[in-house]
């Protein structure tokens, strides 16, 4: 795929998301926990929903390890998803839209490409991400930033990028139809971008507010309010780098030899 130059520009209140983001909807946001999603792209599917786009969210992990303690971690994956309903309920995003994938927080690594599973079926994270996209047939797919510090955000990063070549690919023709291959932007959660981002979204004081609100279901997690704060002093502002793939071509390449005798 053809590298593509984007224009840096910031995405004012009323300015339309859809353009600035050259892709139609439906959109897919790949997020490896289920906080992720608010923090890096609150405001922007909150753009998405006033601009009339379905959203759709693929949550990677089960959240396991978001225990304060021992003591909660029996009942921590129940209660996380139950507050990943509520954070997206105020973002506009309906129970139906989100796609649990069940792979153990902390420790993607392990799962992935594709394999065999016990049951004699394909699983993996790029296998089940390429079974969401075939079904969603999303024209805009965001991921996290591959420089996150966090190995669940690097390995989702790499696995969504592969998994756009597997869904749009003549292969697993099992988990539905080839789709078009999807526009794609990073987020970022807790680490810079590799580069500067290409797109400034900005959301209104309302939308603002309903993002916090939103971080604020999490309440099972103890640093949430340290981050509404963070969130709050940064000011309603997101930004999205794009995503782009450059083909190998022996010919291109093969210049840097052209002098070579």
């Known amino acids: ?52 786009i379905a959203v759709h969210v693929a949550v990677v992990t089960d959240g396991r390890f978001g225990f304060r303690t021992p003591a909660d971690a029996a009942g921590i994956v129940a209660r996380r998803k139950a507050e990943q309903e509520e954070s997206c309920r105020l973002l506009g995003i309906p129970v139906e839209r989100l796609h649990w994938l069940g792979f153990p927080d902390s420790d993607l690594p392990a799962h992935q490409g594709v394999r065999w599973g016990a049951d004699g ?8 991400l390429a079974r969401v996209m075939r079904l969603v047939r999303p024209g805009l797919v965001f991921g996290p930033t591959p420089t996150d510090l966090h190995p669940d955000h690097r390995v989702v990063a790499s696995e ?8 749009s690919g003549e292969i697993w023709l099992d988990l539905g139809q080839p789709i078009a291959l999807p526009v ?52 309603p502002v997101e930004h999205l780098r794009k995503v782009t793939w450059s083909a190998y071509d022996p010919a291109a390449t093969g210049t840097v030899f052209a002098s070579v005798k």
């Open 1 to 52: 795929m053809p590298t593509v130059a984007v224009t840096r520009s910031p995405l004012v209140p009323h300015a339309s998301i859809a353009t600035a983001l050259a892709a139609p909807g439906p959109w897919l946001a790949v997020v490896p926990h289920d906080d992720d999603l608010v923090l890096g792209l609150g405001l922007t599917v909150q753009r998405a929903h006033q601009a009339g």
């Open 121 to 128: 079926r394909p699983t993996g994270i790029s296998y089940a």
């Open 160 to 167: 969504l990028d592969i998994a756009c070549f597997h869904a």
């Open 184 to 235: 794609r932007w990073d987020y970022a959660v807790y680490c810079p971008f590799a580069g500067e981002p290409d797109v400034q979204v900005r959301g209104d004081a309302a939308q603002f507010e309903t993002k916090l609100r939103s971080i604020a279901a999490f309440a099972s997690q103890t640093q949430i309010g340290a981050l509404v704060e963070q969130q709050r002093r940064g000011g």
